[in-house]
Structures are given as C-alpha cells and as structure tokens.
C-alpha cells in the first residue's frame, strides 16, 4: 500500500536504531536524564509504534540522576543506543555521559528482565555487530573506530581486532558519528550523520568494504529535508521486512518540539544502499502491511490517574498492564525528569489523585524532583490538569509546564497564607534566574490549568491558561521555545510541585487531558 507516512512519529524520538525479530520491529532511542530510560518501541508495519519496554528505572543512582542538591543530569544521561537481537538474546549498548560509562543490557524477552553491566571503555554513539563467533563494536566521531569485544562483551579483546576504518577529513561542523554497523549479504557496512562542511545541515553517509581489514569506501547517500525548514534528516538504523524489502528509520530535527522518526525506503545496487528515490525522501512509498486490525496503544496518553485493576485487552494478549503501566506503575506514556523519589509521590487510585510532595528547596522548577513528563505532539498539542493546592505550604509552586532550557509555566502558589495564579518563565536572556510574568489572586485552592504550544514550521511558542468559570482564561505572555544543548531533548508537557522556603508541601494532581491540538482542554 503507497501512502503519505512521514513523520512516523510526531514526537521527541531521536537518534533511533531498529531491528526486527521475525514480524515484529523494535526500536530504541535516545531518552537522555528522564526515567524510566532506554524507552524500546515495537511496531509491525514500521510505520505505528507503541511502547514495550524501559530496560533501565534507575541507572547509577548518582548524585547528579537523583537531582540532589544543584546537582542534575539535564543533557546527559543515555543516547544514542545499539539494539541487537542475537541467539536469542537482546542486547543494548549505551553511554552516558554523565558518569562516562558504557552500558550493556541484555534481556532474553523484550520486557525483561534486563541483565546490566558495564563495558570497559567509553564508545561514543556505539554500535554492535554480532559476526558469527565474534563481536565488534564500531564507535567514535571524526575518526571511527571498529574494536573486536572479548566473549562476554565486558571490554576490547586483548590482542583483536582494532582499526580506525574512516575519517571525516576537515569537518569542523559535524564529522561522521551515530554509526550503525551490519554485515550484509557478506559485507561490512558502517552508517553515518555528518554535516555539510560549509553549512549546518545532517547528511546520511554509508562506507562498505567486503572484508574489516579492506578499504571501507562511500560516500553521502542522503541529503534531503524534505522541503522542511532545511532541516536534513539523517542518523538511524537500517532493516529488512520479511519479504526481503528494505527501510531506513532515521530523526529529523523539528525545533523545539525535537528530533522526529522519518521512515525512508531504501534499495540496494551493486551492494551499495541507496536511501530514496533520486536523492529525496518520497512524499509516499509502500510499506509494509504489519498485522490486519492490530490497535497500536498511543505514545501519549490523557490519564485520570485512577486504579488498574482490571485493565486488559482480551483480545490483544501483548497488551499486558506491564506494558501499559511501565513507569514506576502510572502509564507508560510518563517519565519522570530525573530518578523518581518514590516516597514522595502518591496515588490515589480510587479518587485518581496524583500526589507530589515536596522534598527539597528550589530556586526554580529544573531543580524540581518527581516532574511528570509527556512528550509534545508535533505540529500542536494542549494539556490541561486540576491541581489542588491546599495541601500546598509557603512559597510553593504547583501546575503545568513546557518543561525545557528555556520554559514556561503556569501555577499555583501560595504566600502568606493566600492563593495566586501565576505564570512564570525562564528565557535566554535570563538564564540563571526564573522570571514572574504575571500574578492574580484566587479565592480557591483548586484551580485547572492548561499549556497549548505551536510548533508548526519551528513558530515554538507556547501559551498559558488558567480556569475562571467555564472558561480558560490565557494568561501571560507568548513563550519562545528552543531546542537547545542544555537539556538536549525536545519540549515537555510536566506536572510539578517545587518548595522555594519549607519543605513537605503537597499538591494534588487530577484528570489530565492530552490534546492533539492548540486548545483542547
């Protein structure tokens, strides 16, 4: 069936690698300092996806990934992963840059348990290639490096295989990384992002060689955006459907809604990939035909927060309530800012109540512990929630964000002993301190809010809102939104509380409503 599909996914996806096991397709990402980490999709047409697993909750349990303190993880954590499948076992491999450490995962089910150890070395947008009886791990920028693995795959086998097989001579914008390495049909193949020399701008790259002691030769094979912004798409894995046709799942950059999955078809001539048809990525392609009548659980999800008994679909047994529950027990399409601290967080699952208490003193919501987070539909999406404040203490903040760098929210707090509303942000200007747009004065402790955001052709701007009646009403200025390198990830919807001046106050979340356009709630 030819039809319009890209982006395949409207949502924060980025640097993304896929395989396939018999009809099903896996994919992970990047998921940066939110947990639970390592987010693994499944998809059978490459086209739907759905959650299916977190293989990580807690990583190390830093300083930094517990957010104590001044301490954080914004812009670090996990990227850029390897997903294999091999003799019945997945594997994933990652850094984090953080702790400077390389990680192996390897799970005999998609769901786990997810078996953790640590590769001796640091592999910079690693990838795993499974050789018959060896194992190699291809990694680095400007200059990559293929290194043969010893049998438990903790480290370089001493005295294997060890070659820097190319360079990407003079580039000072961006050199060959976020490789993806495959041996197929008897050669070796090594895929690459890179930016154009003079410009700004991702680039597709892929060098073969027949043997790993050979010369790997290639070159750009894709270099389109796909009449978006200039934006190139470039960067992820490579995989074959069933019947023998091949695709390419790679990110594009979209503002600050972040780097979105694009589905490409490739072919192949002369042993070499080609990406698209002359040069582009086509408006509409065939694809595969997945399962007949298979209902693909959303990526993002509205919640009222309430009890899980009894949830299943009878006729779908894949839809386990581990799957539909995965982040710490509240619905998968959730992930917190950094690692949880559970005992303060609260579920009432008959009134479906979402309760976050305080636990530290912060200057502004990035210090924040337990913020709720949801990725941001492209091109617009709204969230709306209830919060009851009066469980809220003095100098507390509690309501809604765009959760990035740079963001915007919209609260309730509470001094000396009355309500507000109040809509505050941080902006580039201002970057060390949080700024307060505006401030009215309630007679009630509960209040509904609502963001909405325009991420249309990168506009990224976002609006505020607050209930009066019947009606929402907006509050505060337009908030400018930016992808940028602090937090590294697109924007967030996020439900939080912070303390400025005492610590143990409480705010009650309740019926949060995810809209696919500007103003849905």
Request: charged share 25%; aromatic share 14%; proline share 3%.
């Amino acid at each position: 069936m030819r039809e319009q599909i890209n982006p395949i996914i409207r949502l924060d996806y980025p640097d993304p690698d896929v395989i396939r096991v018999e009809d099903t397709y896996y994919m992970v990402t990047t998921t940066m300092h939110f947990m639970p980490g390592c987010e693994i999709l499944r998809s059978y047409d490459l086209v739907h996806w759905e959650h299916a697993s977190y293989v990580y909750d807690r990583l190390d349990s830093t300083l930094g990934q517990r957010l104590e303190g001044n301490a954080h993880i914004y812009g670090k954590g996990m990227w850029a992963a390897s997903l294999r499948y091999h003799r019945g076992v997945f594997y994933t491999c990652f850094v984090a840059n953080d702790t400077g450490k390389t990680y192996l995962y390897r799970a005999q089910d998609i769901h786990g348990p997810w078996k953790k150890q640590y590769m001796e070395g640091f592999y910079h947008d690693a990838s795993l290639l499974f050789d018959e009886e060896k194992v190699y791990i291809a990694f680095g920028n400007k200059e990559i490096r293929i290194l043969e693995l010893n049998e438990d795959l903790s480290g370089p086998k001493e005295g294997g295989f060890d070659r820097i097989v190319v360079r990407d001579e003079g580039n000072s914008v961006l050199g060959y990384e976020g490789t993806h390495f495959y041996k197929i049909n008897g050669r070796y193949y090594l895929f690459f992002i890179h930016s154009l020399k003079e410009r700004w701008r991702r680039v597709e790259a892929c060098f073969a060689a027949d043997t790993l002691e050979g010369e790997f030769r290639g070159g750009d094979i894709l270099n389109d955006d796909r009449g978006y912004c200039d934006s190139g798409a470039a960067q992820g894995g490579i995989v074959d459907t069933p019947d023998g046709k091949w695709y390419a799942v790679l990110f594009q950059d979209y503002g600050a809604s972040g780097r979105i999955p694009v589905l490409v078809p490739a072919d192949w001539e002369e042993g070499y990939p080609v990406f698209g048809k002359e040069g582009k990525i086509p408006e509409a392609f065939e694809v595969p035909k997945g399962r007949a009548g298979y209902t693909y659980r959303s990526l993002t999800d509205s919640d009222d927060f309430k009890c899980r008994e009894g949830f299943m679909n009878a006729a779908e047994d894949r839809k386990t309530i581990s799957e539909a529950f995965d982040t710490y027990g509240f619905k998968s399409c959730w992930q917190i800012n950094h690692e949880p601290v559970l005992s303060l967080i609260h579920n009432d699952c008959e009134k479906g109540l979402l309760g976050i208490t305080t636990g530290k003193l912060c200057e502004n919501i990035v210090q924040a512990q337990n913020i709720f987070t949801q990725r941001m539909h492209f091109p617009e999406c709204s969230g709306s929630v209830t919060v009851d404040g009066s469980g809220l203490l003095e100098g507390d903040y509690a309501g809604i964000s765009v959760f990035a760098g740079c963001y915007g929210f919209v609260a309730l707090t509470k001094r000396e002993g009355k309500y507000y509303v109040v809509m505050r942000e941080r902006c580039l200007e201002e970057e060390s301190r949080e700024i307060e747009r505006v401030c009215i004065p309630v007679e009630i402790s509960t209040v509904r809010f609502m963001v909405s955001t325009d991420f249309d052709r990168m506009k990224d701007e976002a609006r505020f809102y607050y209930k009066s009646g019947s009606e929402f009403v907006r509050i505060g200025p337009e908030k400018k939104l930016y992808f940028r390198l602090d937090h590294f990830s697109g924007c967030r919807i996020g439900l939080f509380t912070y303390a400025s001046r005492e610590i143990g106050g409480t705010a009650q979340f309740s019926d949060f409503v995810y809209g696919y356009g500007a103003e849905n709630g």
